[in-house]
């Protein structure tokens, strides 16, 4: 089993920025593979990004890249999420995921998630 709990969620304006935190504990052994999704009011879950621990070999969704960098901390298990230049439509709870699969992506069974934080992007 492995717990992931997220932080550094909150309100902030367009145009500022955030990093998310992803703590895993337990059999972090069974994650090869962490990674971020988002979920907004009304819409689908939708993949934010991900990493595999061995060599932070990291995929990010299109509609981020270049405002969103997904890295890790294996000495904390801690995977981040930075995000910049955030808009509204960035608005969403975020997820922290982990699966045994090693292709960092969208696919694959992600079998841990944590409770999600709220990120609040104002116009």
């Known amino acids: 089993q492995v717990q992931l709990v997220e932080s550094g969620g909150g309100l902030v304006e367009a145009g500022g920025s955030l990093r998310l935190s992803c703590a895993a504990s337990g059999r972090t052994s069974s994650s090869n593979t962490m990674a971020w999704f988002r979920q907004a009011p009304g819409k689908e879950r939708e993949f934010v990004a991900a990493i595999r621990w061995s060599d932070s070999r990291a995929n990010t969704a299109d509609s981020m890249k270049g405002r969103f960098t997904i890295s890790r901390d294996n000495a904390k298990t801690t995977v981040y999420l930075q995000m910049n230049s955030l808009k509204p439509e960035d608005t969403a709870v975020y997820y922290c995921?982990?699966?045994?699969?090693?292709?960092?992506?969208?696919?694959?069974?992600?079998?841990?998630w944590g409770q999600g934080t709220q990120v609040t992007v104002s116009s």
């Open positions: 995921a982990a699966k045994r699969g090693l292709v960092p992506g969208p696919g694959g069974v992600y079998e841990y």
